[in-house]
């Protein structure tokens, strides 16, 4: 199983769990289809929408375990 980290690209999250994208959408994420957003990173993607990186990869890698 892989595991989702900080510095990983959105497209590479969404390759790995491709119905990973309600957990963005907890986090205000909802332009995940925007060539921009996939070129960033979890951690990029988190600063600038003001969330704790560390809380969202925690949702992140809690969803990818339940749905493996």
Do not use: W, Y
Not at 3 to 27: G, H, R, Y
Not at 34 to 48: D, F, H, L, W, Y
């Amino acid at each position: 199983m892989a595991k989702i980290t900080a510095d990983m690209l959105i497209s590479e999250v969404l390759q790995i769990a491709p119905d990973i994208a309600p957990v963005f959408f907890e986090f205000g994420m909802h332009c995940l289809g925007c060539p921009v957003s996939r070129g960033e990173t979890v951690a990029q993607a988190a600063e600038v929408h003001g969330v704790d990186p560390e809380v969202m990869l925690s949702r992140l890698n809690e969803f990818v375990e339940k749905n493996a």
